[in-house]
Every structure is written in C-alpha cells, then in structure tokens.
C-alpha cells in the first residue's frame, strides 16, 4: 500500500523522489538513504563516548557483536567508518549505541567523541559483521579485550547475563553460563563501561571479571592468561583489541581454529614504499596519480569518485571495482596481482603502476 | 580591445599558472560554509516549489494564480541554473554527498543529465568557442559568427531564436541528440535512438507531472495549474536561454579556428576560455538566479569550483587580466542581451566579413609569436 503510494507520488516529484521533499520535514523519514540522528552523547572516559542514534526507517534490528558503517560529515565531506555497536538490540527507545574512542589525530573518533551535538544526522549502513555469539550460547565463553575493543562485548554481555533478577532459575539440565572477561586499559579510569562491568560483576555470579591495568601492571602476557583463567584454551573466545594483541593471542591459541572469534579495528598493513601510478576511474571519469601505499578508497575519495566503501580493512567487500587495466598491490601481504576484469577490494589494495578500474 | 597577441608565451604560462594557484587556493579552502550553501539552496528550492503548486491550487484567486507561479517558475530556475547545471559540472562532488552528485544527480529538463553531461561538460567546455567544434556555437541552428557561412534559412534565424528560447529545454534535448554527425557514421543510429527513448521517457514524465497530474489534483483548478506550470516553464526557458546567450555570444566574445587547438598549453586553454566568454553584472540575488552563469569566465576558466565561490575570486581574475592587458568582458543583462541580438539581427543577412576580432587574427597570431 504505501509502496502503491509512494510509486504514484513520484509522477509528482519526478525527477526527484517524494522522501526528497518529505525529508525537509523530518531527515529521518528518508527510506532510500539510511540515516540516523544523534539524540544524546555520554562521556565514558576522558576519550571516549557514547552516541545514542535514533535510525530511520528500514532499520534492521543487529545482533550483538556487530558493527554498523556510519556517514559523518566533517568540514563539508562525508567520512565513513565502522563502529561496532555497544547496545543490546532492540531497545525499548528505538534506539542504538556506538561507543568511540578519540585516538589522537584520528579525525572521523574525534569528531564524534568530541565534537558531536544532539541533532546531528548521520548517514547508516548495515548492520554487519560475524563478531557473534551463536544461538544457544557456549556455556564457557571468555572475552578477552582491550581498550575500544570492549564495545561489542558490552553488547554481547548484556544478552548472555540474566538480567537484574537476584535469583535466575536455570532450565533444569541446563548449566548457567560461567562468563569470564578479562580487559585491558592503562588505568582504571581508562575502562570504557568500567562502573556498569563492575557493577554487573558485583551482581551477577556468572561473570568473572579481570581488569588489567597496563600502565602499572604491564601488557597482558599469554603466560598471565593462562594464570587467570586456566581452562582458556577448552573455552570458546572471543577477542577485540589492539593488533598485537590480537596477534599474540592466535599464535597462542591451542584450542580449535573455529572456537576463537576475532575482530579487528584495523588492517594489518604491510608498510610499502614502492611506486604507484596513475589511477583512472572510468564510470565518473576521473584520474588522480596514487602512490605505492594509499588505498585506492582513498585516492577515489579524493578525487571526488562516490566510492563504494564498508570495514575499509578488506573484510566486507563492499568496496570492489572492476578492475579494467594495470595491476595492484595488496596492502596486507605486499603482493601484486590482478588482471583486466577482476573485482579488486579498493580498500586494501593500492596501485601498482597507472591503472583503470571500473568506479 | 587589446589584442593576447602582446603576450609572450612565457607570460601566457605565467597566466596559467597564476590561474591554477586561485584554483588550488579555492579548493583548499573549500569546508562547512560552501556545504551549508548548496544545501541551503537545494532546500530553498525544493520549498519554494511546494509553496508554489500549493499556491497553484487556489488558483481561481488570481493574486494565489500570480504568486504560485511565479513561485514555482523561480523554483524551476534555481533547480536548472544554481543547482542542476552545476551539480552536474561536479563542482560539489567533493562533499562526497551521493545526493548531491554529478554522477546521480537528474534534473527537471528535458535533456537527461548523462547526455547534457557529455555534450555540455566535454564537448563545449572543451573545446569553448572553436569553429567546428564547439557545437554551442548558434546550437546548430543560429549564425552566430561571421566566420560561419550563410544560408538563406539564416533569414529566419530571429524567429528561431525566438523558438528556441521559448522551448529552450526540447531544444537542447535533441541538439545534444547529435543528429548531425549520424550521416557520415560518426555516430550509430542505434546510439541516437538509445538516446531518443531516454529523453522520451524523461519528456513524458515532466508532460504528466506539469500538465496532468497536477492539473487533475487541482480539480476544477485545473486549467489555470496548468497555466500556472506552462507559464513557469516558458519563464524558465526563456529565462536559461537570455542567460547562456549572454554567456558566450555579446560583443566582445571571440570564436576560435581548430588551428588554435594544436599543441594548445594550459595557459592557452586558460587564455581561450576567458576571451570566449562574458561576465553579466548584477546582485548577489541576480548571480544565484543565473546559476552564478553571470560569472560565465570564471565557471570556464574553473567549471568545476563550486558556484558561490566565483563571486569571491572575479576580482582577482578581473585584476590578472589587467596586469596581463587582457579584455575581461563584462556588462549589464539589458546590454549583453542587446548586443547578442544584434549579432543574431545581423548575422541573419549575409557578410560581414572577417571581423579582426574574431579566429582569424588573436589565434593565429598567438601562435605565431609562440
Ligand atoms: C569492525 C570494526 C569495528 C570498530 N569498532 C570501533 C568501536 O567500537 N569504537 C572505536 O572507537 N573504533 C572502532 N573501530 C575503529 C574505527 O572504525 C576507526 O578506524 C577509528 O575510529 C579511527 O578513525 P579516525 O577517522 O579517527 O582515524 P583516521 O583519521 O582514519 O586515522 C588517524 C591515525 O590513526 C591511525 N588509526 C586508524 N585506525 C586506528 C585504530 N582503530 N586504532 C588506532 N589507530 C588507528 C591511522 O593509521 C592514522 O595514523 C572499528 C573498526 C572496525 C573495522
Ligand atoms: S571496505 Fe570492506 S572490504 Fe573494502
């Protein structure tokens, strides 16, 4: 019905789109572009806050662990990144939370950690992602993360807890959950969600929680690991943090490949200081010159090509372009490939010597 | 008028290059208050239109009749000169808005946007002013330029123009057709009749939204609504063709022969552009209402910097020109549009002959020293 009516009112708004004059009234009535709008924001830690979004219409409810892609506008240009978001689906208020830490310099965590009024509208996508707890829970997961890398535990937390009753009752033949989170930050007012994980802890029998000040105690060690949580290697893990800590923790990992789940924030990339080249994009006729190390994401970007984009770190595939000529260089292992017609993830790849890619 | 040909090629480059450090200094500037701008424009129009077929549907009070109109022809306007054409230019493809983009962007004309992108973008922004080339050169109807040989049909050409301007959107539509260039295989016919449905389809659209939608929605109003929009559309017609007219066809602008193209440097393409092209004076609201066009040698010296910034840097181009002793044309609406249509009252009989200002001699001669 309302398609029906939709349809028949673009012979009234051609060429444009009825939501194109309806979104002057409210933005977030727009279907056709995702869009959310920033109700509050809530400091967490000196860098770090939380941003209530209210989406728009065609909204998919997430599910715990995943992360959304969102549209900022900073200095008049639309900045894309990825968030993984730090409320439990389905709130009461229609609402969800992404949770941002500020790393210096970073000008899209800034922004939003900082800079950010009520009223803002952003721009959606998703949600995606496979940082997720299956349906039933393994009964002993252990999360281990660090700094940022807690928001989408505090999304999954919340649906593997009992909720506030003192006294839960389990399904008889069914053992309670034994949830352990061991957690990084430098001190204990750097822990994003500190008060709510200690308070959670204080309540609930079935989460164990381990915090770990680095700036006193030290990096986490894989030997420290095994010395908090002795069964790790037999529990089901979950792991978000920093790139070498991600690292350490697979190259210890004795379980089975599929029982540790890991996201990262960022690629690894490998540094490369070899040559780049010109760069054609043929669909909006454009060319830059790219150098040996830049994403083509990026070099589109800058030069006004409407680039497809999602994780910007080569998981989503969100970004690929038909590549027409030339050949391009990974950005994660150093290797050049490619040949006319193959779809190249412009994310991680960069030009090796003057290309055409079909964007 | 001084003559380019006092320049030494090194000044010309020296030109350029000092017409490039304005470019990069714009684009580096560019920020929130240009994107607030556009925005704030595209909202002005999309709510001045609503105001103005919501006035239409009390029509049958004539101030509600003249006021919609008026309201909406304004809107028509500013959709196709402040924000279509120049959307389409890319000039703000740089907020990396896929609302607001060259490559999405359609417009309330009859020529659909990737066609006018080619025709308009590449072939006249290019090759501005060439004899031969620059199809925008009398729209292939029109003798414009001495150079171009008479033919008794030219006779009628004030007619013409007079069509032309009234149904100036159909014009461009199927004069970005290329019609001509299908005989000698330059161009498929399969191609053109491609192009032809798109237009079609886009002509039927626009036909069903002014004259029978809105009309039927408006009940027994529905002979003045429609009024109403064929008065807007012929305004806005009207309106475009006067602006670009004046853009490139006044007194003062001079046409180029292909000789000119060969080799030709950036501070050439720079040189050609600004002596191809006329500025129109006016107020700030007159500049919008014109899709900033009355900056015409700014938008072609620098097609793609975004419209509210030509008003800024016309001084400092006004100011190279004169260190350079070169002509910045510029006038009222009432002169240029006068003196376009002597040239066209004129051009209608045969002769004049080469004129000193026009390819023959600042082309040639440009070259010559070089
Ligand atoms: C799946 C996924 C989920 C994410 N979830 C969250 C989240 O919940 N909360 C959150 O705060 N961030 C999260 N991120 C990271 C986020 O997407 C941005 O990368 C981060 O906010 C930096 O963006 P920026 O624009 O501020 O930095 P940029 O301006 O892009 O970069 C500035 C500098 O910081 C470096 N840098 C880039 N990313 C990081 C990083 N993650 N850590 C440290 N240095 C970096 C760059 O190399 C550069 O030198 C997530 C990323 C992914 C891929
Ligand atoms: S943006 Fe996700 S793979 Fe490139």
């Known amino acids: ?359 | 008028m001084p003559a380019p040909s006092h320049l030494t090629r090194a000044e010309v480059e020296e030109f350029g290059r000092e017409l490039d450090r304005i470019r990069d200094e714009v684009l580096a500037g560019l920020g929130e208050q240009d994107a607030r701008y556009i925005r704030g424009v595209i909202a002005t129009q999309r709510k001045l239109e609503m105001s103005g077929r919501v006035l239409l549907f009390a029509s049958w009070l004539p101030p509600a009749w003249a006021a919609g109109t008026a309201a909406l022809a304004t809107a028509k306007i500013l959709e196709n000169m402040e924000i279509g054409h120049n959307v389409l230019h890319g000039q703000w493809d740089w907020m990396r808005d896929p609302k607001i983009h060259s490559t999405t962007w359609e417009w309330d004309s009859a020529c659909p946007a990737d066609l006018w992108k080619h025709s308009h973008n590449f072939v006249h922004h290019t090759w501005t002013n060439v004899l031969g080339k620059d199809r925008d050169i009398g729209y292939s109807a029109l003798r414009i330029s001495p150079e171009q040989q008479w033919h008794p049909v030219y006779l009628a050409q004030p007619l013409y123009n007079i069509l032309l301007a009234l149904f100036f959107e159909y014009g461009i539509a199927i004069y970005d057709l290329e019609l001509e260039r299908i005989p000698s295989g330059q161009k498929s016919l399969k191609e053109a009749l491609a192009q032809l449905r798109a237009i079609a389809g886009k002509v039927q659209r626009q036909i069903v939204k002014d004259y029978v939608a809105f009309p039927l929605l408006a009940g027994p109003a529905f002979l003045p609504v429609l009024l109403g929009n064929l008065t807007a559309n012929l305004a806005r017609n009207v309106w475009a063709h006067t602006i670009i007219f004046c853009g490139h066809f006044p007194e003062g602008a001079e046409f180029f022969t292909e000789d000119r193209l060969q080799d030709e440097t950036r501070g050439e393409w720079y040189l050609r552009q600004l002596l191809g092209s006329c500025n129109i004076d006016g107020s700030r609201l007159f500049h919008i209402m014109s899709g900033n066009l009355s900056h015409q040698i700014e938008h072609h010296l620098f097609p793609d910097l975004p419209s509210n910034r030509y008003a800024e840097i016309a001084p400092r181009v006004r100011a190279l020109c004169e260190r350079f002793g070169l002509a910045y044309t510029s006038d009222s609406l009432a002169r240029q549009a006068g003196s376009v249509w002597k040239r066209v009252l004129r051009l209608a009989l045969p002769g004049p002959g080469p004129q000193p200002t026009a390819a023959t001699s600042p082309a040639r001669k440009l070259k010559a020293v070089a």
């Not at chain 1, 959310?36 to 209530?52: K, S």
């Not at chain 1, 790393?103 to 995606?128: C, K, Q, Y």
């Not at chain 1, 029998?205 to 770990?212: A, S, V």
């Open chain 1, 1 to 359: 019905m309302l398609g029906k009516l939709n349809h028949a009112a673009q012979w009234l708004s051609t060429p444009l789109l009825p939501e194109d004059y309806l979104g002057l009234l409210d933005p977030l009535w727009s279907a056709e572009e995702l869009r959310g709008r920033v109700e509050g924001v809530c400091p967490e830690t000196a860098d770090a806050a939380t941003l209530v979004i209210r989406p728009s219409r065609g909204w998919r409810a997430h599910r715990p662990g995943q992360w959304v892609r969102i549209g900022v506008d900073i200095q008049g240009r639309r900045h894309w990144r990825t968030y993984s978001l730090s409320s439990p689906p389905e709130r009461p208020d229609g609402c969800f939370t992404i949770t941002v830490k500020a790393i210096p310099d970073g000008l899209v965590s800034t922004h939003l950690a900082r800079r950010t009024a009520p009223g803002t509208i952003v721009r959606l996508a998703g949600p995606e992602g496979e940082f997720v707890v299956p349906e039933p829970p393994p009964p002993r997961p252990l999360f281990l993360t660090a700094g940022s890398g807690i928001t989408p535990v505090m999304a999954i937390l919340s649906g593997l807890l009992p909720g506030d009753t003192a006294h839960p009752t389990w399904p008889p033949g069914q053992e309670p959950p034994d949830v352990v989170l061991v957690h990084s930050a430098p001190t204990p007012q750097d822990v994003i969600f500190g008060a709510r994980l200690r308070h959670l802890a204080a309540r609930s029998p079935y989460l164990r929680l381990h915090e770990r000040h680095t700036r006193s105690a030290g990096r986490l060690s894989p030997a420290d690991l095994a010395g908090l949580c002795p069964d790790w290697a037999q529990r089901s893990v979950w792991a978000c943090g920093p790139a070498a800590m991600l690292d350490e923790v697979a190259a210890h990992w004795t379980g089975p490949a599929d029982r540790l789940c890991v996201e990262r924030f960022r690629p690894a990339v490998l540094a490369s200081g070899e040559a780049g080249g010109r760069v054609r994009f043929t669909r909006s006729g454009r060319e830059a010159d790219a150098g040996g190390a830049t994403p083509l994401l990026t070099v589109g970007e800058d030069a006004g090509v409407l680039m497809p984009s999602g994780c910007r770190m080569g998981i989503c595939h969100s970004c690929v372009g038909r590549l027409r000529s030339g050949r391009v260089r990974d950005l994660r292992t150093g290797q050049v490939h490619g040949e006319a017609g193959d779809l190249i993830q412009t994310c991680v790849s960069a030009a090796a010597g003057p290309i055409e890619i079909e964007l």
